[in-house]
Structure formats: C-alpha cells, structure tokens
C-alpha cells in the first residue's frame, strides 16, 4: 500500500497513512489502555492495502514510528477518532498536537464530518480546548465476576461483587 505523506518538519517528524504493518504496533500500544484495540485490525481488514482513503495515521520521527491516531468517517457527517497514543520517550513536546492537527485538518478539508471521540478524563480539557463538547462518561471496573453460590437466590443476576484486580 502506498503510504501517502500528509506533512513534514524540519526537525525529522513526519505524519504519513497508517500501513497494515504499522498498524501491529499501535495496536500493541493501545492494549494496554483499550481493550478494543484489535478492532482497528478489522477496520483496515475492510479498508483494503491498495485503498486510497485518509483517516489512518502514524508520526515517524526519523524513521521511526512512535505515533498513531484514526479519524475516519463511519457514516454520512459523521468521523470517529481514536489510536492517539505517542510512544513514552516522546511525550509532551508537541508530536501529538502535531498528529491531532493533520487529522483534523484532512477531515474538515474532505469531509467536514462531526468528530466523535471517546477520550480518557485527564484528556477532557485538552479536548475541549480543541473544541469537542463532552457527551457521556463512561465507568470502566476491572475484576473478575464471582459464580453464584447456591444459597443466592435473590439478585436474579450472575453479577454480584466485582474486585479490584
Ligand atoms: C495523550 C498523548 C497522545 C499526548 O501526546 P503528547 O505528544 O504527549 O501531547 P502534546 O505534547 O502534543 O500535547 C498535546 C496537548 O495534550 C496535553 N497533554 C498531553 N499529555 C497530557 C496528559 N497526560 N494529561 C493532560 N493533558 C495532556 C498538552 O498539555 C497539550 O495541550 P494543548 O495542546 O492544549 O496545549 C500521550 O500522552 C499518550 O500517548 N498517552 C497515552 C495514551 C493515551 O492516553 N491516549 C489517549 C487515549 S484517550
């Protein structure tokens, strides 16, 4: 698949399309925050290797890729985000805002869709700055899922306590 360049620094950092191999690494990255990491693995399944379409990327700095975000769209005037993760050397010098713009420039110039995204909290101010409105929250439990005893007999439901891991 031919891997288009949407935009280039002077400092080495390139934001280009998201390859089926680059894909591997941004979903090895994602899982350690999202357990439905692997849904990207389908995505570029229907996508295609020889497809011509915007919404995947990944940022390379000299060569290699530390980053990753989609934007794509999923239904008429609707786009939605995900896999923005940039690899922990990298932080908090700009390459993320960086891979952040060039999706939101290449959507507001093909499509111009709303944007949905689903965002962790301490995430929420930067997003808002970058003009999202908050929709709902979401609780995420991790655990295991206790088996009923026998002398239950009054919930009705499997579900009785969940632990902390
Ligand atoms: C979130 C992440 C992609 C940001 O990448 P980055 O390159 O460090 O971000 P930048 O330096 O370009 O900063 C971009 C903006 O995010 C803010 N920001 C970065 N990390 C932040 C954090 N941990 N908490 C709150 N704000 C943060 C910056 O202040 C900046 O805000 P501004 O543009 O309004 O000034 C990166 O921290 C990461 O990969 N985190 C782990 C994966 C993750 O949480 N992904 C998002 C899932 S919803």
Redesign the pocket.
């Known amino acids: 698949m031919k891997s288009r360049v949407y935009r280039q620094w002077d400092d080495g950092f390139v934001v280009r399309r998201m390859t089926r191999q680059d894909a591997e690494k941004a979903i090895l990255?994602?899982t350690s925050?999202?357990a439905t990491s692997v849904d990207l693995q389908v995505v570029l399944d229907v996508r295609g290797d020889d497809a011509d379409i915007d919404g995947f990327y990944v940022g390379e700095l000299n060569g290699e890729v530390i980053?990753s975000k989609i934007e794509f769209v999923v239904a008429d005037g609707l786009s939605y985000g995900s896999m923005?993760?940039?690899?922990?050397r990298?932080?908090?010098?700009?390459?993320?805002?960086?891979i952040?713009d060039v999706a939101r420039d290449v959507t507001e110039s093909t499509s111009g869709n709303t944007v949905g995204?689903?965002?962790?909290d301490?995430?929420e101010?930067?997003n808002m700055?970058?003009g999202y409105k908050t929709a709902f929250a979401v609780t995420q439990f991790t655990g295991k899922v206790l088996q009923p005893d026998d002398t239950a007999g009054n919930s009705g439901s499997a579900i009785r306590e969940v632990n902390d891991l």
């Open positions: 990255w994602y925050i999202c980053a923005f993760y940039v690899d922990e990298y932080r908090n010098s700009g390459l993320g805002r960086r952040n995204i689903d965002a962790h301490e995430l101010a930067v700055r970058r």
